[in-house]
């Protein structure tokens, strides 16, 4: 493969440029959750029976009793579409997030969190029924995460936690796939990605899961082909999508109807496709690969900036990756150094 800058690529990022003036750059719509990270065994995950380096729902009795069972932990405001939104800041970008707190605790400390960094975010509170949610992140020795979610408040977001006014001010609306778990939410996700095309702005859709694509790969395949612009995956994720066994084909059958495909590739860094023009990105280097909890999501937050900033697609991608290298430094989903000096090249 090589890397290839034409005309097409360069219209594709002018148009997200020239966008009627818009107040943020990107609109993330996903579950409002707290993340507990704490290393493990792999003996744990068997004993516990849980797939590594997979995610799984559970309710807030197992939560409880897998809380307890694992080692120290670490409680940092997270959730796929936040960390990406938090990125995005971290870059320099103007952001706003949808999701559902419970006016507890953690829901306070997820949202102070989120406006600390400069992050828009009023989504009500409820007032009554579950907990906000929690993810309990086990790392294995490998910097493998395995997730156990409880959704908690998150299953409370619906049609009317969507603000056509935000959806419409924002250059690109990004929708997390995990919200089509649940009903309510699979209602606002369609919401707000109908509101976005309707206001002239472009809809971006991570696929969050491979399980996840497993679940929904229909109902995915008919928003990838009528109301998605903008396509994030891993490998498993876009050949499960498309059952093919080749990830190139995969992402070109994608990008037959988004205007853009990226496929993150661990270790071998990222790929960035439009039309049958193939961008290659290297992988950041690293020291130490400590927790690779919300690689994807930083690599979101990189394209994302550069798109609303009109930068070429591979620069694109190198910020994506540079976001990346920089989270899985550390335990924790979100960036702890200064991401814009990653704009310096």
Known sequence: MKHIQNNCISIFVMEIADMQAAR????????????????????????????????????EGSAQRLYEAMGPGVEVSGGSAGNTIAGVAAFGGSGAFIGKVRNDVLGEIYRHDLSAIGVHFDTPATTEGPATARCLALVTPDAERTMNTFLGACTGLDEGDINPELVASAQITYLEGYLFDQPPAKAAFRKAASLAREAGRKVALTMSDSFCVHRHRDEFLQLVGHHVDILFANEEEILALYGVDDVVEAAKIGARHAELVTVTRGAAGALLVKGDEVIEVPAARVATVVDTTGAGDLYAAGVLYGLSRGLPLAECGRLGCAAAGEVIGHFGARPQADLKLSLAG
């Open 24 to 59: 943020f750059d990107v609109l993330a719509i996903g579950n409002a959750i707290v993340d507990v990270i704490a290393h493990a065994s792999e003996a744990f995950l068997s004993q516990e029976g849980m797939t590594k380096g997979g995610m799984m729902l559970i309710d």
